[in-house]
């Protein structure tokens, strides 16, 4: 809904978007024709041809990744500026008994924190999601079309990868409640404790109102270090079934280019398309976490 009025906008950021992400799939591709249709035969004029190429998109996915990370922005500062100013005109219609059962700090919190939140779920969050999940797609669809004994080798990890991602869901959706939780009680305290200091200063109630703080803020830093721990645990691991896909890759790989099955091409556009299949499996957790703060 908060898109309709910058519909040419969005269009071009959409539009860049899927043309990066398609640029950003090309390079590994055309290092495995350099190698096996350049090096391999000595082929010079192939080989500056593909190099040619390969410098072409390169400027293309420069070019089309600068427009989509504008268009993008300009189009999600706008939004999240519309939802401001909604959120503080839905405020002004609420009844005073509203105000009467919720901190004002809350409230505060809703309106900075949760916002900030979604700008950055709005200005990187919905490009992360489609071109991590395009990539992933576009980058299995490619390992399949050039080996699928190797693509099937390699995919065997993914077991592995879907359940400590489940596990990590789980857990970060657990923590990151406490710690929204946990904000808003700090926004609350600060502004209840800043907006009443003339009574606090009156009553001598300095050392308390610090202690409270404290108490609080220890908290909101208990919930932030479980988070940590989490991803502390799994990013590592991701990085872990990486190598380990590229060890399966280059020890069945190198089997198969023995075998005459493969070529040494394919081989190294395997490892480089190892690489761009778990990249994105890592902003999407990330983009998760985003997702959940």
Known sequence: RYTKQYRLRTTLAVVSLLLATLTGLIPPFLAKVAIDDGVRKGDLDALTVVIGVLLVAGLANLLTSAAQTYFTGWTGERILADLRNDLFRHLQRLSLGFYERNRAGVVISRLTNDVDALDQLVTDGVTTLVQSGLTLVGTTIILFYLDWKLALATVTVIPLLVLATRIFRVRSARAYSQVRERLGLVTATLAEDIAGMRVVQAFTREPR?????????????????????????????????????????????????????????????????????????????????????
């Open 209 to 293: 109102n610090q202690g409270h703080f404290e108490d609080v803020n220890s908290h909101y830093r208990e919930a932030n270090q479980q988070t940590v721990v989490l991803n502390g645990l799994y990013f590592p691991f991701v990085d872990f079934l990486s190598a380990a896909a590229t060890a399966i890759v280059l020890g069945f790989g190198g089997y198969l280019v023995f075998d005459g099955q493969t070529t040494p091409g394919t081989l190294f556009a395997f490892i480089l398309y190892v690489s761009n299949f778990f990249d994105p499996v890592q902003q999407l957790s990330q983009l998760y976490n985003t997702f959940l703060a």
